[in-house]
């Protein structure tokens, strides 16, 4: 029977794969409630400071209407014709917004309204920098509306720049309008010394061409299309065949060829004319498209007092939520990467198969007095002291009663509070009527003697070397049914006298004299001590520091254990600070329960 109940210690892990345990998640940020929001006022305070130093902002917006435009290449073409349908594509567009956020344009713009003054800039490439931060440009779908939207923190400012961003890119336009009709068309015509002469041409798309005049005149479409001037080449090209004719018939003085000559120089003449007279058709036309203007304001922005909604309530909140994420995103890796055992729920996820016994609360000065290590003696109605008596029923049920008459207790490390958790026990034990013999077998580090303010002169390591009798090392405890068998002085090889027919002597004396043994070893890493205390009685207890002794070392010394033929009969998680961790059933409540239960009446 007593055999059956094991189970209720051992978390056995289960092949399958388990389903995400919220319930644990949701305590894992309830642990860490007060990390959280701590930061989280952190965050939101700084954050309201920053909002708060942020000024208002003001928006103006002014509407410009760019006209259809005349192709580069054929000013002076009738606005119906088909020439001009390439000026009327998205990218034509997305063209005019680059120009008016260009650099060149802004760089008017500052120098119009002063705003190196304003701003304290000096270099004008970064006042212009400033105004492309504030503008915003933004086509009216299905239109040739555009608004130019200035974002600034005073509403003059704002109207400003919207309305100088407008009339700075009018007169860009102009200028480029100005380009084809004063730069280009007024050098065709005139004569030049190098008939050679190139010029560069770069039309509104940006599409750069270096072109002799002779090139760049033949390429108008007005006069690819004139009927004059093509009537003139079609008579060109037939007197030039009739005269090669000639040539070949008659010498260079004969009448007909000299006829011929002349109406061919005729003809050439004629045309260049004809080229000269539609180049100055194209002057008069772009001069008066210049007039007339492409690009007109539709809407001038006007001074707007009352600011945009700022953003001050969202910035604090995004920051408030961007810190809880991040604060939860932190929580989540330290815990994927704690490798240590805090809980009961921290065996099993971590696919650890030991029995738990249960946890001893870590130890705090408004609770008992840390210094005063008998905790099962002098605050009998503690919870800590509640804990001890809860693992001493645990390890009651662990195993056959004959089996549990001697424990050995151990660790991993030293320093997970082995001997505080073992003293305590056999104070437990005492005290529900048991006779019970406390042994130190660390002859390395002993600390019975102190914990119980007794000499040391002679203890365990004086039977195993010499014919004592057991009488002489066994000391009586001032706690009832609690007697001690101290360390003894130090020995050079504790393994072996521990591994002696002396120490199996003594522990078939003392299962006999007492109705529990209970053995203080040394912890296991780096020693052989425990394993040897530990292959005599088949078992040991392991005592886990909370929040420390990593998951790896515990496996490997439970697979060391294993191989030696030992048992762990049950782990000990000490140190457990139950005010943040919770165990399954055995949660922090039940601790403060049993105090306000036991609690005397203050009436």
Same mark, same amino acid.
């Given at each position: 029977?007593?055999?059956?109940?094991?189970?209720?210690?051992?978390?056995?892990?289960?092949?399958?794969?388990?389903?995400?345990?919220?319930?644990?998640?949701?305590?894992?940020?309830?642990?860490?409630?007060?990390?959280?929001?701590?930061?989280?006022?952190?965050?939101?305070?700084?954050?309201?400071?920053?909002?708060?130093?942020?000024?208002?902002?003001?928006?103006?917006?002014?509407?410009?209407?760019?006209?259809?435009?005349?192709?580069?290449?054929?000013?002076?073409?009738?606005?119906?014709?088909?020439?001009?349908?390439?000026?009327?594509?998205?990218?034509?567009?997305?063209?005019?917004?680059?120009?008016?956020?260009?650099?060149?344009?802004?760089?008017?713009?500052?120098?119009?309204?002063?705003?190196?003054?304003?701003?304290?800039?000096?270099?004008?490439?970064?006042?212009?920098?400033?105004?492309?931060?504030?503008?915003?440009?933004?086509?009216?779908?299905?239109?040739?509306?555009?608004?130019?939207?200035?974002?600034?923190?005073?509403?003059?400012?704002?109207?400003?720049?919207?309305?100088?961003?407008?009339?700075?890119?009018?007169?860009?336009?102009?200028?480029?309008?100005?380009?084809?009709?004063?730069?280009?068309?007024?050098?065709?015509?005139?004569?030049?010394?190098?008939?050679?002469?190139?010029?560069?041409?770069?039309?509104?798309?940006?599409?750069?061409?270096?072109?002799?005049?002779?090139?760049?005149?033949?390429?108008?479409?007005?006069?690819?299309?004139?009927?004059?001037?093509?009537?003139?080449?079609?008579?060109?090209?037939?007197?030039?065949?009739?005269?090669?004719?000639?040539?070949?018939?008659?010498?260079?003085?004969?009448?007909?060829?000299?006829?011929?000559?002349?109406?061919?120089?005729?003809?050439?003449?004629?045309?260049?004319?004809?080229?000269?007279?539609?180049?100055?058709?194209?002057?008069?036309?772009?001069?008066?498209?210049?007039?007339?203007?492409?690009?007109?304001?539709?809407?001038?922005?006007?001074?707007?007092?009352?600011?945009?909604?700022?953003?001050?309530?969202?910035?604090?909140?995004?920051?408030?939520?961007?810190?809880?994420?991040?604060?939860?995103?932190?929580?989540?890796?330290?815990?994927?990467?704690?490798?240590?055992?805090?809980?009961?729920?921290?065996?099993?996820?971590?696919?650890?198969?030991?029995?738990?016994?249960?946890?001893?609360?870590?130890?705090?000065?408004?609770?008992?007095?840390?210094?005063?290590?008998?905790?099962?003696?002098?605050?009998?109605?503690?919870?800590?002291?509640?804990?001890?008596?809860?693992?001493?029923?645990?390890?009651?049920?662990?195993?056959?009663?004959?089996?549990?008459?001697?424990?050995?207790?151990?660790?991993?490390?030293?320093?997970?509070?082995?001997?505080?958790?073992?003293?305590?026990?056999?104070?437990?034990?005492?005290?529900?009527?048991?006779?019970?013999?406390?042994?130190?077998?660390? *002859? !390395?580090?002993?600390?019975?003697? &102190?914990?119980? =303010?007794? #000499?040391? +002169?002679?203890?365990?390591?004086?039977? $195993? @070397?010499?014919?004592?009798?057991?009488?002489?090392?066994?000391?009586?405890?001032?706690?009832?049914?609690?007697?001690?068998?101290?360390?003894?002085?130090?020995?050079?090889?504790?393994?072996?006298?521990?591994?002696?027919?002396? *120490? !199996?002597?003594?522990?078939?004396? &003392?299962?006999? =004299?007492? #109705?529990? +043994?209970?053995?203080?070893?040394?912890? $296991? @890493?780096?020693?052989?001590?425990?394993?040897?205390?530990?292959?005599?009685?088949?078992?040991?207890?392991?005592?886990?520091?909370?929040?420390?002794?990593?998951?790896?070392?515990?496996?490997?010394?439970?697979?060391?254990?294993?191989?030696?033929?030992?048992?762990?009969?049950?782990?000990?998680?000490?140190?457990?600070?139950?005010?943040?961790?919770?165990?399954?059933?055995?949660?922090?409540?039940?601790?403060?329960?049993?105090?306000?239960?036991?609690?005397?009446?203050?009436?």
């Amino acid at each position: 029977m007593p055999e059956e109940r094991v189970a209720s210690y051992i978390p056995y892990g289960e092949e399958a794969e388990k389903p995400v345990n919220f319930k644990y998640y949701l305590f894992l940020f309830q642990k860490n409630f007060y990390v959280i929001i701590t930061f989280f006022m952190i965050v939101v305070t700084f954050a309201a400071i920053y909002a708060s130093k942020i000024s208002d902002r003001y928006v103006a917006s002014t509407q410009i209407m760019v006209e259809r435009p005349q192709t580069a290449w054929n000013p002076g073409a009738s606005s119906d014709g088909g020439g001009e349908a390439e000026s009327f594509t998205a990218d034509y567009y997305a063209t005019q917004i680059e120009i008016m956020h260009s650099t060149a344009v802004l760089k008017q713009v500052g120098q119009e309204l002063k705003l190196n003054e304003y701003l304290g800039i000096e270099d004008e490439d970064l006042v212009a920098g400033k105004i492309q931060g504030m503008v915003s440009i933004k086509r009216v779908p299905a239109t040739r509306l555009f608004d130019i939207t200035v974002n600034a923190d005073s509403p003059q400012m704002a109207a400003s720049v919207a309305n100088a961003v407008a009339r700075a890119y009018i007169r860009k336009n102009f200028e480029n309008m100005l380009y084809y009709s004063k730069e280009i068309l007024a050098w065709l015509p005139q004569k030049e010394k190098d008939p050679n002469a190139t010029i560069s041409v770069e039309d509104p798309f940006g599409n750069v061409k270096q072109m002799t005049r002779e090139e760049l005149t033949e390429s108008l479409p007005s006069i690819q299309t004139d009927a004059t001037i093509r009537s003139f080449r079609e008579k060109k090209s037939f007197q030039e065949a009739e005269l090669q004719q000639l040539v070949k018939q008659y010498r260079e003085k004969y009448p007909l060829m000299i006829k011929a000559r002349s109406n061919l120089k005729f003809l050439e003449e004629s045309i260049q004319m004809e080229k000269m007279r539609v180049i100055d058709g194209l002057k008069t036309q772009a001069e008066g498209r210049f007039k007339a203007g492409q690009v007109r304001i539709i809407e001038e922005a006007k001074i707007n007092q009352k600011p945009v909604k700022n953003n001050r309530l969202i910035i604090v909140l995004v920051a408030g939520m961007a810190e809880l994420v991040l604060s939860m995103l932190i929580i989540l890796l330290l815990d994927f990467f704690d490798d240590t055992i805090r809980s009961l729920e921290d065996f099993e996820r971590k696919g650890m198969v030991l029995p738990f016994l249960g946890p001893v609360p870590f130890l705090k000065k408004k609770v008992v007095d840390p210094s005063q290590k008998k905790i099962g003696n002098y605050y009998k109605n503690s919870e800590v002291a509640e804990a001890f008596r809860y693992l001493r029923v645990a390890i009651n049920f662990s195993a056959s009663p004959e089996s549990l008459k001697t424990l050995a207790f151990t660790s991993c490390l030293p320093h997970e509070g082995k001997s505080f958790a073992t003293h305590n026990i056999a104070i437990s034990f005492a005290m529900d009527g048991n006779r019970t013999l406390l042994v130190d077998a660390d *002859m !390395r580090r002993p600390v019975v003697h &102190t914990t119980f =303010r007794m #000499d040391n +002169v002679t203890g365990l390591s004086n039977f $195993l @070397t010499s014919k004592i009798e057991l009488e002489t090392v066994i000391k009586e405890s001032f706690i009832e049914n609690l007697s001690i068998v101290t360390s003894g002085p130090a020995s050079p090889n504790p393994g072996e006298i521990l591994n002696s027919d002396r *120490m !199996r002597f003594f522990l078939e004396e &003392t299962r006999k =004299r007492y #109705d529990r +043994v209970i053995i203080d070893c040394p912890p $296991l @890493t780096g020693l052989g001590d425990a394993y040897v205390v530990g292959s005599l009685l088949g078992q040991v207890i392991l005592v886990i520091h909370a929040g420390r002794t990593p998951v790896d070392l515990i496996t490997h010394t439970q697979k060391q254990l294993g191989k030696a033929g030992v048992k762990i009969l049950g782990v000990i998680l000490s140190m457990v600070d139950m005010d943040k961790e919770r165990h399954a059933g055995y949660s922090k409540h039940y601790y403060h329960t049993y105090s306000r239960y036991y609690q005397p009446d203050q009436a």
